[in-house]
Each structure stands twice: as structure tokens, then as C-alpha cells.
């Protein structure tokens, strides 16, 4: 399941959600800094250093250049909102897990006959299921953490 990042997360939060759920589908997937980095100055024009990336994603930068945020923005084609003002981040945030599911169903991570499936369940069976797979989310996150 795809959860978003909460509005109160730290940029560098963010960022790393981007990265993980966000990232153009036309490019390879992300992998070092220094390739991040150079896919966001292709495509945004924008020069962006890898040390700029690994700052960012690390928190030992939280109050980037406005440019950077507006490159940050273009490239994961996000409102620039996303990155700070609390009244647009809640609907930002829902608006991004959309389109992370609706990328994961593409790719075929997510099989669309479940979620027809899970559509169709009784609400009662609905929310178990529901709780079933929050639990299984912050199991999951425990055990990577």
C-alpha cells in the first residue's frame, strides 16, 4: 500500500518519498545522488549538484533555494506547496498517492482484480481488511527502520 508522507514530514521526508513514488516514468529508476541530481538538471535545466541531492535527502539541508524547490517541483511534477505550506500539503499529499497507486497498478505491483475484489467486500469485511493492511504497512516500515 502507498502511503503518503504527512504534511508535518521534514523536506527531507518528502524528497525521499518523491524519489521512491514520484519518479518520471520515462527515466531509468533513481539510483545514486549523482544520477538524481543529473536527471533533474536534464530535465528542468536547472544545475543541481549531487552534494545538493545528498544534502536534501539527509536533512542537512532544509531551507533550499527557492530555485531548488521550484526544479524539485517541475521535476516531480508537484506544486511547489508540496514542499512546506501545511494548508495545501493534505491534499497534495492525497493527490500524490493517487497517482503512486495508479503507478504501481500500471506497472502491475498491485494486481487490479484486488482491488475490484476489496471494492466489492461487505463494509463490515472492508475495514478488517483495511486494518489488516495498515498493520502489515507499519510491520513492514518497523522492519526496515
Known amino acids: 500500500m502507498v502511503e503518503a508522507v504527512a504534511p508535518s514530514a521534514s523536506l527531507a521526508e518528502k524528497i525521499e518519498w518523491l524519489i521512491h ?31 545538493t541531492v545528498w544534502k536534501l535527502r539527509t536533512g542537512r539541508q532544509d ?19 508540496y514542499f512546506g505550506f501545511a494548508e495545501e500539503a493534505t491534499s497534495i499529499d492525497e493527490d500524490l498517492t493517487f497517482k503512486a497507486l495508479l503507478r504501481k497498478l500500471h506497472n502491475a505491483e498491485i494486481k487490479p482484480e484486488v482491488l475490484r475484489a476489496l471494492i466489492d467486500l461487505s463494509p463490515k469485511t472492508r475495514w ?15 522492519a526496515e527502520a
Open 21 to 51: 513514488n514520484s519518479w518520471p516514468d520515462d527515466l531509468p529508476d533513481a539510483g545514486t545522488n549523482i544520477e538524481i541530481a543529473k536527471a533533474i538538471s536534464n530535465r528542468t535545466g536547472e544545475d543541481m549538484s549531487s552534494t
Open 63 to 81: 531551507n533550499p533555494q527557492f530555485k531548488t524547490l521550484t526544479a524539485l517541483a517541475t521535476f516531480f511534477d508537484v506544486p511547489i506547496g
Open 128 to 142: 478488517l481488511m483495511d486494518e489488516l493492511i495498515l498493520a502489515a504497512a507499519a510491520a513492514d516500515r518497523r
